[in-house]
């Protein structure tokens, strides 16, 4: 019989329901089923997945911690209502970011946690941190991983040069400089680029038959958006024994990637050069292939993310003057001294829509208003719906006098999250700086009747605003 002590801890798990991307994208269902694997290697999971009652749920499962997946930007999952999350106050609760840093669902997100109570974060992407640096000390990275019953090596007969799949548009320019310099040069299986949501794009080679295509290449090149995020491909093409050929990355590096030990850097420069070295010295490739696989093998497999469990455990033991850090983005979580002054590690972040940020926000308070939005025009170039420069947009019109453009554009940021993704509130700033803009046309009277709209919403630019 199984003590307490060899017993594993009951999750319970608040998961959107997403199978209606059956019909549609079915990896993206296939990627939320290997997210409760990966729980299940730690955690007795239950998994929720319907509007319910949290009182009721941990009344009947008794669980030892509750997880609130959130800021899904859906194609398909329908987000779940939880009532009642007031209930059984301590228990703990984290919230778990499944979704792109940059994506405009993360107001939602910190209404939810806001609604549920809920203080501690993880985020699969490694470049949250940087991206919503407000969450601070209280968010960590549980990163991309591979399902090894999956991807491994098939033993397929490598008869297809290479294989270019995934989305090739704005988001992704190192793949659009890429793809076609080596579509033109080698023979090359091609995927199509089907929208998530189509359903065209349940045609599209998911699991085995995936793993298998890649098993049967000799070189896979992939890259992880303009932002340099770590996605789930970079750790598939290896697994699934092909050669890795990516953009070089501070998050690559921390994953243990070695242009030319595991995996091949490169550019639109020498991307051609080091393919045709490569498919002339097959023993090198050869090599560089099985490192690539014993790496993801040995260190991005779902037995590898026991960040959560890390948590759970640590948390349980935290002494008054403690706090839990990361040690990177691939890094277990330890317990420290606050007084010793460390901090989780977070990649360099190299992303270019955040340096026009930053270009954009120097511009605006230096008055060139005009410049500043260019910047925060070129940003939507690589991510149209990113909120941070639509924000920016808004603040250029106020400043140009267009406080009609400025009120557009703060009310579209704001039913994307109340509307669209249905958060109970919008971003307090968004929504402070859209009741200056109906200021600033004239519109006091109906400023003054919608600022106290949002009772639970706090922060200081909205305190100023009222």
Not at 356 to 379: I, M, S, T, V
Not at 407 to 412: M, Q, V
Request: aromatic share 10%; net charge negative; charged share 25%.
């Amino acid at each position: 019989m199984m003590t307490d002590d060899q017993r594993k801890p009951k999750l319970v798990f608040f998961q959107w329901d997403h199978q209606p991307n059956a019909g549609a994208a079915g990896y993206l269902l296939l990627h939320m089923q290997q997210h409760v694997k990966c729980l299940a290697t730690h955690f007795d999971v239950v998994v929720v997945n319907q509007d319910c009652d949290y009182a009721e749920i941990c009344d009947r499962h008794q669980p030892d911690l509750a997880l609130f997946e959130s800021g899904y930007r859906s194609h398909g999952s329908r987000r779940t209502t939880i009532t009642n999350t007031a209930a059984n106050p301590a228990m703990p609760k984290l919230g778990l970011h499944n979704g792109d840093p940059w994506c405009d669902r993360r107001a939602g997100f910190l209404s939810d946690m806001e609604q549920w109570g809920i203080d501690t974060f993880f985020s699969i992407s490694t470049l949250m941190p940087r991206y919503t640096a407000e969450l601070g000390e209280n968010l960590f990275v549980w990163p991309n991983f591979i399902d090894p019953a999956l991807f491994h090596d098939y033993g397929q007969h490598k008869v297809v040069p290479a294989m270019l799949t995934g989305q090739v548009y704005s988001l992704y320019p190192w793949r659009q400089q890429i793809f076609p310099l080596i579509r033109d040069r080698y023979p090359c299986l091609v995927t199509p680029q089907h929208d998530y949501a189509s359903k065209d794009a349940s045609a599209a080679l998911i699991g085995e038959a995936y793993a298998r295509a890649i098993n049967a290449s000799l070189v896979v090149p992939t890259c992880g958006t303009e932002g340099g995020e770590v996605v789930r491909k970079h750790f598939e093409i290896p697994a699934a024994m092909a050669c890795l050929v990516t953009e070089a990355t501070p998050g690559l590096v921390a994953a243990g990637f070695v242009d030319g030990e595991n995996c091949v850097f490169a550019d639109r420069h020498d991307v051609i050069g080091k393919l045709e070295h490569l498919f002339a010295h097959r023993d090198e490739l050869r090599r560089i292939t099985q490192a690539g696989h014993d790496l993801v093998h040995a260190r991005h497999t779902l037995k590898h993310r026991p960040q959560i469990h890390q948590w759970f455990t640590l948390n349980r033991q935290l002494r008054p003057g403690e706090k839990i850090v990361q040690l990177g983005p691939f890094g277990d979580l330890v317990r420290v001294e606050r007084k010793s002054g460390q901090n989780s590690i977070h990649i360099a972040e190299a992303a270019h829509d955040r340096a026009l940020l930053r270009q954009g926000d120097r511009l605006l308070a230096q008055g060139k208003a005009e410049e500043a939005r260019n910047c925060y025009a070129r940003c939507l170039d690589y991510v149209s719906y990113l909120p941070e420069a639509r924000f920016g947009l808004a603040l250029c019109a106020l400043n140009q006098g267009d406080p009609d453009h400025a009120a557009r554009l703060l009310a579209d940021l704001i039913e994307v999250t109340t509307l669209d993704y249905g958060a109970a509130d919008p971003d307090p700033v968004e929504w402070a700086y859209f009741l200056l803009a109906l200021i600033c046309r004239g519109d006091l009277k109906q400023a003054d009747s919608i600022r106290d709209f949002y009772p639970r919403l706090s922060h200081r630019e909205l305190t100023r605003t009222r």
